[in-house]
């Protein structure tokens, strides 16, 4: 085709004139090879004309294709099809580096492998779950559901195991949530569940917390851009380390009561956390998903995390799984009762959160003896601020330090660095040296 194709021949190749028509359409050009990458795309009026549509419908189209990184480009300048991927990549994720030997990787806040159960006896057991390898499409096995119930946050209707923390929340929104409308998530949040909320194609709205959670009036103030979902985590912030005190609960269930919005509570961190656990399905029964994750406190590879809501609801969420897998491992979620009923794994799980705490602490003190200072937290690291990130990422780099820029857990501008704290059992004076170094230029 050349640098550049017409109009004219473009609008032949489009059957579908809707935005979304024309977009899937395009791409499809540009898969096959109609498109090559590096062609330039006639002009948006041109295009428009030629099809007999608006403009602003091409530039929605434009628009999607820019998400999916399958053009670049706009305005005066002009479209091209883009050299990149066609498959779709969590961004956040995807940019975190596979560090040479020697680089202190502080990046991944994820549990110590040292403070984490046994799984052989658990998988032994687990092996014998009922019902093993059928393919029927259950939901959750009747040991954990039994297990899980006794200590879940208020008496839910209907329960789903799903396959970790972030497949419950990619599950869920993929369910529920149309692409193209609008979720409010709290501000700073987690980075895959930014990567989920863009990968869906959803309008982010970003809501303000301070030290007991997200701010009531900056929730009211999303709810009136009517968002689809309200997606927030209720116990131990897991980028900031804050907890959401029962009552800042209560005034967020308030702002909550003269809205329809699905309320989506991620409990991330679970069990790690010292605060107790709470909800507001209780309060919201009919349209609030409760997740608790277990990767923090009995590993990541048990792949496991349970959602509560209305029987409607989760029947919806398991109806999207069957294209899919349609089940959680058996094995798994009899391994994960048998964890959860022995009161080793509770022993285990409070030392854990003993040590985390201390890990967590020693940095902020050394921190704040160096003039940083850091609320008080819970969790598996520290939000850090900073007057340029891109300075404090080069200074920490250049020390062999690796840490995250705030700018990953935020669609809004930001200063600060997470630094995860879950394994640095040393070296504590040498990281707070390094950050005091790289907290202003």
């Known amino acids: ?29 540009i898969r096959a090879g109609a498109l090559p990458v590096g062609t330039r795309l006639p002009a948006i009026r041109d295009i428009a ?60 806040a994820g549990p110590d492998a040292a403070l984490l159960p046994g799984l052989a006896e658990a998988l032994a057991h687990g092996a014998s779950a009922a019902d093993l390898n059928s393919y029927e499409r259950s939901r959750i096995v009747p040991e954990l559901k039994d297990v899980i119930s006794q200590r879940w946050p208020y008496e839910a209707e209907a329960f789903l195991a799903t396959n970790g923390g972030y497949n419950a929340v990619y599950t869920v929104l993929h369910a529920l949530v149309s692409p193209g409308s609008s979720v409010a998530i709290e501000h700073p949040t987690a980075m895959r569940l930014l990567d989920i909320l863009e990968d869906l194609g959803v309008r982010i709205i970003p809501v303000a917390c301070d030290n007991d959670g997200l701010l009531p009036d900056m929730l009211r103030e999303a709810l009136r851009q009517r968002p689809a979902a309200f997606l927030f985590q209720p116990r131990l912030h897991s980028v900031t380390g804050i907890t959401v005190s029962a009552s800042r609960l ?14 989506i509570e991620d409990d991330g961190v679970g069990d790690v956390s010292a605060a107790p656990a709470h909800s507001l399905g209780g309060r919201f029964a009919e349209r609030t998903i409760h997740i608790l994750s277990h990767s923090k406190s009995l590993g990541p590879d048990l792949r496991l995390a349970v959602l509560s809501s209305s029987s409607p ?23 994960a009762a048998w964890l959860l009923r022995d009161p080793a794994t509770w022993r285990l799980i409070a030392e854990a959160r003993d040590r985390y705490q201390q890990r967590r602490d020693a940095l902020a003190d050394a921190l704040s ?12 690291c520290l939000w850090v601020p900073v007057v340029s990130e891109p300075f404090a990422m080069v200074t920490l780099a250049a020390r062999n330090i690796a840490v995250n820029p705030g700018s990953k857990f935020s669609v809004l501008p930001s200063g600060h660095i997470r630094v995860a704290t879950s394994t640095l059992s040393d070296r504590c004076e040498e990281v707070a040296d390094a950050i005091a170094l790289a907290h202003a230029p």
């Open 1 to 29: 085709m050349g640098d550049a194709v017409e109009a004219s021949w473009f609008a032949e190749k489009i059957t579908d004139r809707s935005i979304r028509g024309i977009a899937l359409e395009t791409s499809a050009l």
């Open 49 to 108: 004309y030629e099809l007999r549509v608006s403009p602003a419908t091409i530039s929605e189209a434009w628009s999607e294709l820019r998400r999916q990184k399958i053009v670049s480009g706009r305005g005066r300048n002009g479209t091209w099809v883009s050299g990149d991927s066609f498959v779709a990549k969590p961004e956040r994720l995807a940019s975190s580096g596979n560090y040479a030997a020697g680089v202190l990787d502080l990046t991944s």
């Open 250 to 263: 209560d005034q967020l269930g308030a702002v909550l009561e003269d809205s329809d919005t699905l309320i």
């Open 313 to 335: 609801i989760v029947d919806q969420i398991q109806s999207y799984r069957s294209f899919s897998a349609g089940w959680t491992s058996r094995i798994l979620q009899g391994a």
């Open 369 to 380: 003896e160096r003039g940083i200072s850091i609320p008080a937290g819970q969790g598996l």
